[in-house]
């Protein structure tokens, strides 16, 4: 009964199955950056803390940080707070705040209430900017090296096991970079 | 009663046709030429949140905003393909609702003809090999009397 023709049809459907299983098993939602590998899109914003002075990302120039888009509207921002207040406290780099599309009042009281792991927050109410980093959904953070080039974007929540598995090994590998 | 269920069907299916094509923005168009082109591009370009939607469809803040930018683009004087190469670099090649003739997509778009190739060859070679089994090879004379004979031995036993 093991001859080839009917070998043939058995093992074109076990292909099949692979394929669909890798298929399910791929997030659509996690739609790769093309900005990776690419500089850090040039941005001038106003700061929460005061919104008549702006911040500049070329300041970072020579530093690792990290750009975390986030919205006190956002609920996945939520649930991400704890990883970032934790990576602040271990005081690696500096993460940058864009608060993407919300108010500067709720905005503030959101980090009054969860915590500021930020070193400043940026605030772009209208999502102009947002559009120029391919941000289509809220939380995002960009990991962006000492030549100001994006090296990783993460969509969606950071958890732990996210922060400790990739996000800090990625991070000590960038500063030790010239 | 058989007239208050057909205006029931009626108002539901009403409702049905306005989803299909629901816009939240009203836009004014000073030339044919830039609706067509608007019209166009917000059909090729998918929204990354209601991912299985093009601009046209969604009803998401982001199609908003990018329909806007389009729109923008457009009246800038920018051509369709600066608009959707902006689009690409900062969304990727999934913001083109029909995948674009690459090598990496080509699985995509040779794999179904592929399939159905060797499905079309694989049935054409079954048939064939069953008309060749029912194909009766006619008997000589000496094999029929042979045949005859065991027959007749084989009904007396």
Redesign the interface.
């Known amino acids: 009964m093991l001859k080839l023709k009917f070998l043939i049809p058995l093992i074109a459907f076990f292909v099949l199955v692979v394929l669909l299983f890798a298929g399910l098993s791929n997030d ?2 996690r ?5 990776v590998g690419k500089p850090a899109p040039a941005f001038e914003l106003p700061r929460l803390s005061d919104p008549s002075v702006t911040f500049k990302p070329q300041v970072l120039l020579g530093k690792v940080w990290a750009l975390n888009i986030w919205a006190s509207w956002c609920g996945g921002c939520r649930t991400e707070h704890p990883v970032l207040n934790e990576l602040a406290r271990q005081d690696l780099i500096s993460i940058i705040g864009f608060d993407y ?1 919300d108010t500067n009042d709720q905005a503030q009281a959101w980090l009054n209430q969860y915590g500021n792991p930020y070193r400043l927050v940026v605030t772009d109410q209208k ?1 102009t900017v947002g ?4 941000v ?2 809220v939380p995002e953070t960009f990991f962006i090296d000492k030549k100001g080039i994006i090296r990783y974007k993460h969509i969606g929540p950071i958890s732990y096991k996210d922060l400790t598995e990739k996000i800090i090994p990625l991070i000590k590998e960038l500063k030790a970079e010239s | 009663m058989r007239a208050f269920t057909f205006l029931f069907v009626l108002v539901i299916a009403g409702l049905q046709l306005n989803l299909a094509h629901a816009r939240v923005e009203f836009r004014e168009f000073d030339k044919p030429e830039v609706e067509a082109r608007y019209n166009k591009l917000v059909d090729e370009l998918r929204c ?2 209601c ?1 299985n939607q093009n601009l046209k469809g969604s009803n998401s ?2 199609a908003k ?2 329909r806007n ?1 389009v729109f923008e683009m457009i009246s800038a004087g920018k051509t369709n393909k600066e608009i959707v190469d902006y689009m ?7 913001v083109l609702y029909k995948p674009p003739f690459k090598p990496m997509t080509l699985m995509l778009w040779l794999g179904p003809l592929l399939f159905f190739i060797i499905a079309l060859i694989s049935v054409i070679r079954i048939v064939k090999q069953r008309n060749k089994a029912d194909s009766i090879e006619e008997l000589s004379e000496e094999e029929h009397k042979r045949a005859q004979a065991l027959l007749n031995k084989g009904d007396s036993q």
């Open positions: 659509p939602r739609v790769p950056s093309p900005l599309k999502g559009f120029d980093y391919g289509y959904g | 990354l949140v991912q803040d982001l905003d990018m930018k690409v670099a900062r969304y990727g090649d999934f």
